[in-house]
Every structure is written in C-alpha cells, then in structure tokens.
C-alpha cells in the first residue's frame, strides 16, 4: 500500500542554525504534500504544502523542496528559535485515493539554546 | 468560528465498555476525518466521510464506527473497547470544493484498561 517514511525521527539543533526534514513516499500519483506541526497536547497544525507541479515553496523561514522523480520532499527551516521546537509530520494525499492523507512517523525538533 | 471541537478531552474505558468520541466543525467543510495517533506511527486514518451520508474505510477502521447525519458532526463509536485502542484520536476537516487542507481538532486521549 501507499507510505510515507520520514527522516529523522528526532532532530537537535542550536538556535539560529538550520533544520532539515526529509520524506519520501511510494505512490507515484501524490500530488499535494502538506507538513504539519503539531506541539504538546494540541492537534497538527498546517505549516506548509506544495503540489507537485511545483518544486519550491518558502513562507519566511520556512521552506518545502519536492523531487517528484525521486519521490522525496523536505522542509527547510532556517534561522531556528526556541518556539520551532516541536514535533513535525509530513504527508501525501493521492488524488487516486479520494480524500486519504498518508502521514509519515514525525520527528521531534528540539531547539537548544 | 469554533473550528473542529472535540469532547471528551481525556477518557478512561473498561476493556468491552462502548462509548463515543464527539467532533463537531462550524465552517461548512464537506470532508471530515478521524485519526489515531500512537508513539512513533504518526497519524493513521481510521474513517473518514466526503458529505453528509457518505462514509468509508480508512487504513484502519476495525473496531470503530462511524455516521454522518449532518455536515456539521462526525462521531466515532468504539462498540466494544481493546487496550489495543489505547491512544490520541484527532478528528479533521476539509473545506469544500476539493481544498486539501486540513484543520485537526485538539484532539481526545483515551485509555482502555
């Protein structure tokens, strides 16, 4: 069936520096890749998406990459600050597969200061 | 707006109690999701619905039900509780017209002994 793998599982970074998040998934008709970011004891927070006719997207300090030939995309944050710290998830949604959304694992971003 | 409400926030079964977890939206979204969050496993799909009267399967659907009676309420029933069933459960909606992105509720955390 259709999956997402995300990489890494948990992330430490220095305040300031930059964070990559990296994902790839397995159903060559995803076409809308969204990032979530979902902080203690609340629900996932959309952050980001791109689709796929598309290879780059940035919002501020936040940018998504997609390699639609290698099916893999990424989150870039850059200039990280403490409120960064967080648990994030990627995920595809196959216009094949009506309104699923396939998630990855997470990963646990934490800041150091 | 309210957005995606969820009760109960916190909720301790028995192993064979039934009970329902409630989710209500006030923007009009046609589609509405429910999920269940484990450690280390992100976000699986467990049903979902395109409309009022309209519901389906997701990855994991056994154990649960679901109905769709109005666009506003999506409710999900465990008919018999497993400590297999132990964990968050998000609700999700969607807006109309195709729109991907998803708005997750704060979520219920339910422990079944």
């Known amino acids: 069936g259709e999956n997402v793998e995300q990489h890494p599982s948990t992330l430490s970074v220095q305040e300031g520096d930059s964070a990559v998040i990296k994902c790839t998934y397995s159903?060559?008709?995803?076409?809308?890749f969204p990032w979530y970011k979902q902080e203690l004891g609340k629900g996932p927070q959309l952050i980001i998406d791109i689709r796929s006719n598309v290879g780059e997207k940035k919002d501020q300090r936040i940018a998504v990459t997609l390699n639609k030939t290698a099916k893999h995309f990424s989150l870039h944050i850059t200039e990280t600050q403490p409120e960064d710290s967080a648990v994030y998830f990627c995920a595809a949604r196959s216009y094949s597969s009506a309104s699923k959304i396939i998630f990855g694992s997470g990963t646990r971003l934490s800041i150091r200061p | 707006n309210a957005g995606v409400t969820q009760t109960p926030k916190f909720q301790v079964l028995k192993t064979g109690q039934s009970m329902t977890l409630q989710c209500a939206q006030d923007?009009?979204?046609?589609?509405m999701s429910w999920y269940r969050q484990d450690p280390g496993m992100g976000l699986r799909l467990i049903h979902y619905?395109?409309?009022?009267?309209?519901?389906d399967q997701g990855e994991v659907p056994n154990g649960y039900n679901v109905s769709r009676s109005t666009t506003e309420d999506f409710p999900l029933r465990l008919l018999s509780a497993a400590p297999s069933q132990t964990s968050v459960y998000f609700c999700a909606s969607t807006p109309t017209g195709g729109a991907d992105t998803q708005y997750f509720g704060p979520g219920t955390r339910l422990t079944v002994l």
């Open positions: 619905s395109v409309g009022a009267g309209i519901t």
């Open positions: 159903d060559s008709a995803s076409n809308y």
């Open positions: 923007m009009n979204h046609e589609y």
